[in-house]
């Protein structure tokens, strides 16, 4: 996958995370969050016996991988 399509699914998917978990994120910390995302994600689904395929799947990936990342910058917040 090129780069510039991979950081517009990480955009994408960190987007979506936002979204998901009630954070309004500016497009620079979709991009970090969704690039992020998408490692932790495709981690976990590897843990578990799956892997993400085609852009679908690692927008998929990427929205899991964000949400675990915001739920645990969450739990360091506090």
Known sequence: MSIV??????AVAGWLGG?????????VACLIVGVIGGLIGNFVLGLIGLAAIGIVGDILAGVIGACILIAIVRLVKK
């Open 5 to 10: 399509i991979s950081l517009v699914v990480g």
């Open 19 to 27: 979204m998901l978990m009630g954070t309004s994120l500016n497009a």
